[in-house]
């Protein structure tokens, strides 16, 4: 019996006369998502991708695992392929949700005709169609409201689709669709989840990394390359720029008043990020703080960090409590990888008491203390760079 995957989308649908850009990018995001798996064919009808393995013996569940990372599907579904005859149809679902059904106690059917040539109006369908399933499988009983199991049929153009089950996607719009913009990223558990969530809306992301060796190991920058390669199952390939950042932090810690090191290190990683951005056609910075977690991120420290900003600095976590980061953290898998305990530039010489409401005319005085241009200008160039692919 032939089946295949229908990827709906969602918000693209709405999308107007952009619709077919969009449409463009979510087809080549798919295809460089399904490579692994195999050859496939792809037409976009309503709202609808589907994708038809031409190899009869290409392993579905692979392909919708794959799917269901891909940002711009709202849902996937295996659907069973029959000629639009409703006896064919009916015979198909017996055959192919058999074993759904047998297991099921209640059920309803739902129909779509989109081929207005069809005989049988939907409700015309979903009743016939559904006192068919009856007579074959008497145990079950209709429920229209909770039903276990939704048998949908779609008739369209070339044919009929009768599925049963709906995985859901990952929502947004495709990567790419956006833009492109620089996600400051840690090996802690907040940046990787901020990441996920700019790329969610179509951001093509970019990830800058500051180290500062021997205060920080090659272990704790490769714990941040290993999390940006599980974003990349999301965001697509993602360039990698890792900043040497010990001198400019050992010449705060000798010039600068203690209780500013961590607003004036965070305006120099920015003032850094900004110059990388510009160099990669970055339009914005990502980071992943959230009100009130620490020092450096009230709001007086934080209109300190963006007094330096030329650029918009998103941060989606602004307003989550820890426990909803990390449910999405151990949803794309960055968890475990975050809570390795290996030391980050931030927690270097990290003042006994930091300044919690620091103003810009102080914070500016005390970074003036050193003129930091030629370090900045030194790091920027001698940052490595590295594609992480997906
Ligand atoms: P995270 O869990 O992302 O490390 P955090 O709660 O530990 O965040 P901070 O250490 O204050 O908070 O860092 C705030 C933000 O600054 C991070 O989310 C990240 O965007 C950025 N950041 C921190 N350290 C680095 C670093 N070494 N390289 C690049 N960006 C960093
Ligand atoms: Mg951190």
Do not use: W
């Not at 229908?6 to 399904?34: P, Q, S, V």
């Not at 709906?166 to 790419?176: E, I």
């Not at 959230?290 to 009230?298: E, F, H, I, M, P």
């Amino acid at each position: 019996m032939k089946e295949l995957i229908l990827a709906k989308y969602g918000e693209i649908a709405l999308k107007g006369l952009n619709k077919n850009t969009f449409e463009d990018m979510l087809i080549k995001n798919i295809k460089r998502r399904l490579k692994p798996v195999g050859k496939f064919e792809y037409v976009r009808q309503q709202s609808t991708i589907y994708i038809d393995a031409l190899d009869e013996n290409t392993d579905l569940d692979a392909a919708i695992e794959k799917l269901r990372t891909v940002f711009g599907i709202a849902c996937i579904c295996r659907a069973g392929v029959f000629e639009k005859d409703f006896e064919k149809i009916c015979e198909g679902t017996y055959e192919y949700l058999g074993d759904t059904l047998k297991y099921a106690r209640t059920f309803k059917v739902e129909a779509k005709r989109a081929d207005k040539r069809f005989p049988m109006k939907s409700p015309e369908i979903c009743r016939e169609l559904g006192g068919r399933i009856l007579e074959r499988f008497s145990h079950l009983s209709v429920d229209v409201k909770n039903p276990e199991v939704t048998v949908t049929v779609e008739i369209r153009d070339t044919n009929a689709y009768v599925h049963a089950v709906r995985v859901q996607g990952a929502g947004g719009l495709p990567v790419g669709s956006s833009g492109k913009a620089m996600l400051l990223v840690s090996g802690g558990i907040d940046s990787p989840v901020a990441g996920y969530m700019m790329a969610k809306r179509g951001i093509h992301i970019s990830a800058v990394h500051f180290v500062s060796p021997p205060y920080t190991s090659e272990r704790a920058r490769i714990k941040v390359e290993q999390l940006c390669e599980k974003l990349t199952a999301y965001c697509g390939n993602i360039s990698f720029f890792c900043v040497p950042f010990t001198e400019i932090q050992e010449a705060i810690k000798d010039n600068c008043p203690e209780e500013y090191f961590t607003v004036i290190m965070r305006r120099l990683m920015m003032e850094i990020a900004q110059q990388l951005s510009e160099k990669d056609d970055c339009l914005a910075l990502i980071t992943g703080e959230s009100v009130g977690q620490v020092a450096s991120q009230t709001l007086k420290a934080i209109a300190c960090t963006d007094a330096v900003c030329r650029m918009p600095v998103f941060r989606p976590l602004i307003g989550m409590d820890k426990t909803e980061i990390i449910d999405i953290s151990r949803k794309i898998d960055t968890f475990d990888i975050s809570i390795q305990p290996y030391e980050d530039c931030c927690t270097v010489f990290t003042p006994k008491h930091p300044k919690t409401k620091p103003t810009k005319e102080e914070v500016e005085k005390a970074q003036n203390s050193f003129d930091f241009s030629e370090m900045i200008k030194k790091a920027v160039e001698e940052t490595e760079i590295k594609l992480i692919k997906f």
